[in-house]
């Protein structure tokens, strides 16, 4: 099979690089094509992930022009490579270039926030893939499966924490730290939105700091007052790290998710995040995380855990219970890539391996 998988995030490097592997040992031909954001071709050079640069990350009005020169040269990667199947999370780049010319192609998502990017491309995807608590519907050809984008590349089978590596990002394992991380808040899905107030951030790294080593980990500028602790791990050993963490605080949803899926305590601070049903589940159903919108209350709810952390063996039972029902990703992926390039059949094998039509 040729496989055609567009990357625009780094967190998608992450998603896909378990599922690229897989095909390409059992011999499907696989083509990676990309946009220049962030440090999204430093992860995949450093996983030896060949890849076709299509854009470099605009702002503004550029964003635009951006995405339709996007549209033109992924149809040319698709008329080169002449996939049997694209697949990306948003589709905002595939859906419209794979439909026009007759591939069948897979969506991902799991933020219900990016409503600009799902009017995109939903309309013209063959089949969107959610998990099964996203707040929304799209008609027959959503699909829902039982899981998350980030149990891809953390399931055991995938990831190992190792405390050998900490050593060389300056970390002591054996000493508690926490990670705060701070985004950018530059996405589409993130405009008027926000995290901590960066005084509240500042103050408390400095509380926090009373007990536990802090490295903060930020997209953007920060305070001043932070840069002593903030903290260059190298992109590809970031989830070693976290897994030993006491504490992860921070803005970002996915690395809140990473967190409770590793069984360490989260704090999420976002205006938007709680809207989206991963943050509910693993908040209100499991009790990994606590999801605030408000900055005040954030710093509150992180120096409350500080002071009464919680009991590691109920982190963990309440962890176990939570994975031992999620489906297997990969299988589940590819019973879809099945479906979708088989026009006369229908999802019946994602049913059984944790997906099901709608």
Known sequence: MRILVDIHHPKHVHFFRPLIHRWQARGDS????????????????????????LSRQERGWRTVMELA???VRFAGQIRRFRPDVTL??????????????????????DTETAVLSNRIA?????????????????GPRH????????????????????PGLLAAEGVDPGKPYAVMRLVHWGAAH??????????????????????????????????AALHGHLAHFRVDRVHHVLAF?????????????????LGVPAILVSSWAGRCGNMQVLGDRYGLMQVLSE??????????????????????????ILVSSLCDMPTMVDNHIGAVTDRAGAPLDSVRAGGSPL
């Open 30 to 53: 696989v083509q990676i094509v990309t946009r220049d954001k962030d440090i999204t071709h430093r992860l995949l050079d450093l996983y030896e992930l060949p890849y076709t640069c």
């Open 69 to 71: 020169q996007r549209w």
């Open 88 to 109: 990306s999370v948003a589709g905002i780049t595939t859906a419209l270039p794979s439909r026009l010319l007759g591939v069948p192609n897979i969506v991902f998502t």
């Open 122 to 138: 939903f309309p013209f995807a063959d089949c969107i893939l959610t998990p099964e608590w996203f707040n929304g519907r799209f």
């Open 143 to 162: 699909c829902v499966y039982r899981g998350f984008h980030e149990w891809v590349y953390l399931n055991p089978a995938e990831f190992q924490a190792t």
């Open 190 to 223: 993130d405009r008027g939105e926000r995290g901590f107030e960066p005084n509240d951030a500042v103050a408390l790294v400095e509380k926090l700091s009373r007990r536990l080593r802090v490295y903060v980990s930020a997209e953007g500028r920060v305070p």
């Open 245 to 261: 963490a006491s504490l992860l605080v921070g803005e970002s949803p996915s690395m809140a998710t990473e967190a409770a899926l």
């Open 295 to 320: 900055s005040p209350a954030g710093v509150q709810a992180a120096l409350a855990l500080m002071e009464s952390p919680p009991d590691r063996a109920t982190i963990e039972a309440r962890r176990a």
